[in-house]
T-cell receptor, first 114, second 118 residues
Framework: DGGITQSPKYLFRKEGQNVTLSCEQNLNHDAMYWYRQDPGQGLRLIYY???????QKGDIAEGYSVSREKKESFPLTVTSAQKNPTAFYLC?????????????FGPGTRLTVT | AQKVTQAQTEISVVEKEDVTLDCVYETRDTTYYLFWYKQPPSGELVFLIRRNSFDEQNEISGRYSWNFQKSTSSFNFTITASQVVDSAVYFCALSVEDSGAGSYQLTFGKGTKLSVIP
């Protein structure tokens, strides 16, 4: 089955620790994205990548970092510099980064930092 | 800057009623794309429809229909004869080109939570 995998579904960390969220896709999509969702809010773009070894900041990149060493994988690191990291994180991919390509989403990771 | 407004935060309907979810967007771009996504309680967003700015034809897919009106910058979504399985958060999103990066970015509304009561 083709799709996007995010693991784990729930993640708990202590304040001050970096944490890496996994995102893998087997759809052969070029573009990948990370979004953050807070209660009652829409999705906000953290980072996106159009191709391997390339990525750009989204609207709320501060306190986050990413890498794109393989086409299938786009991990997100939430660093200790992120002031309010508790949120629901969604990874997505699309065939290209063009407007016609709809984004397909993973099941999300709910991160709780205490 | 782009903006998507979904004025209805929460809607409750009784099963079999029709319901319309409103979406109003703002952009200065002449080429753009509009989307609707469904987010069931499981959390994963499911793509429902895409429309480009040059195609104002309304679309019907089963019990779902979409009304795109450029004159009012609206892209409303109607569910006919609602069912309990339609209960979810629905997001409207606008995609325009990021001129610096040559890619398209999605701007989401805050979503409308639909509850269908049996």
């Amino acid at each position: 089955d083709g799709g996007i995998t995010q693991s784990p579904k729930y993640l708990f960390r202590k304040e001050g620790q970096n944490v890496t969220l996994s995102c893998e896709q087997n759809l052969n999509h070029d573009a990948m994205y990370w979004y953050r969702q807070d209660p009652g809010q829409g999705l906000r773009l953290i980072y996106y990548s159009q191709i391997v070894n390339d990525f750009q900041k989204g609207d709320i990149a501060e306190g986050y970092s990413v890498s794109r060493e393989k086409k299938e994988s786009f991990p997100l690191t939430v660093t200790s510099a992120q002031k309010n990291p508790t949120a629901f994180y969604l990874c997505a991919s699309s065939l290209t980064s063009g407007g016609l390509s709809e984004q397909y989403f993973g099941p999300g990771t709910r991160l709780t930092v205490t | 800057a782009q903006k998507v407004t979904q004025a209805q935060t929460e809607i409750s309907v009784v099963e079999k009623e029709d319901v319309t979810l409103d979406c109003v967007y703002e952009t200065r771009d002449t080429t753009y794309y509009l989307f609707w996504y469904k987010q069931p309680p499981s959390g994963e967003l499911v793509f429902l429809i895409r429309r480009n700015s040059f195609d104002e034809q309304n679309e019907i897919s089963g019990r779902y229909s979409w009304n795109f009106q450029k004159s009012t910058s609206s892209f409303n979504f109607t569910i006919t004869a609602s069912q309990v399985v339609d209960s979810a958060v629905y997001f409207c999103a606008l995609s325009v080109e990021d001129s610096g990066a040559g890619s398209y970015q999605l701007t989401f509304g805050k979503g409308t939570k639909l509850s269908v009561i049996p």
